[in-house]
């Protein structure tokens, strides 16, 4: 089972690397690819681009970008490659510390192995997303409408498993904090 396999692999040590070099690898590469989105002009929101099922809406605004912002525009995210695994990375590594932290048995640490494997599971959908888009900026004009459903497809897995992973990650660091202030009052004998 996944969760036998998250005990041991990867290391305690090895975690620790992934989350310390993660993290910072996440701060770069998002600030990159939000930087030359902005610097590429494109027009649309996140809301009607990524989750919106609309090609229209997406032919529309590469409509209005010219040859080098489109540029930019796949430059960016191509690059978005390098922000999904670090933040893959840095979900994964993050609930799996917290997740060994917990009770052995309980509940929580059995939702722990699956909130950190999210991490991974969203920056792959991320990923699939990409390539529709990378796809659909290729030929701006008359890609086939399909494409933009399954990049929305795509991109809403993707928030899903983010969200949970974020969730479930303050919740472990929140069921932690708790356990330990209950654990410190009741060795000071409270009640």
Known sequence: MI???LSERPTEKTTKYLLFFSFPLLIITASTVMY???LSNFPGTLNETQLGFNSEYIKSCFSRM???DMSIFIIANILD????IAYGTFFFSLALTLTRKLKEGSIWKKIGYSVSIFG????????IENIFLLMMASNPVNFPNWWSIAHSS???AKFIQMYAA???II???LVIVLSRLIKRNNDKGGV
Do not use: H
Not at 81 to 84: I, R, T, V
Not at 120 to 127: E, L, Q, R, S
């Open 171 to 173: 919740l472990m660091a």
């Open 36 to 38: 030359l989105l902005k």
């Open 120 to 127: 991974i599971t969203a920056a792959c959908c991320d990923g």
């Open 166 to 168: 974020m969730g479930g």
């Open 154 to 156: 795509f991109a809403l």
């Open 3 to 5: 969760s036998d396999f």
């Open 81 to 84: 490659y390098a922000f999904m």
């Open 66 to 68: 010219s040859d080098e």
